[in-house]
């Protein structure tokens, strides 16, 4: 990746992310699991967040594929990330 970076020729946007996604109710799931409680989702327009999507969404990788490089599987990491935040 980092030749790509250094490269005198423009590639565009690499995303670097896993092939196998998990969607946002698998991450809240995964939250809970960690926390030992439901999480508080509000519906309510006051309370929208940007990041309150009406559905999951993924980033394509096949471009980083096709330089040969694969993301490892965000189901190797992300419980990795989700507990240091809440411990």
């Given amino acids: ?5 250094t490269s005198q020729t423009s590639y565009g946007a690499l995303n670097i992310c896993s092939k196998d996604p998990i969607s946002i109710h698998e991450i809240v799931s995964r ?13 309510a327009p006051e309370s929208h967040s940007p990041y309150g999507v009406p559905a999951s969404w993924f980033m394509s990788c096949e471009k980083l594929s096709r330089f040969g ?3 490892r599987p965000i189901q190797d990491w992300i419980e990795e990330l989700i507990v240091p935040k809440i411990h």
């Fill in 31 to 43: 939250i809970e699991n960690q926390i030992g409680e439901k999480a508080i989702l509000a519906d």
């Fill in 1 to 5: 990746i980092s030749q790509l970076i």
């Fill in 69 to 71: 490089h694969n993301a």
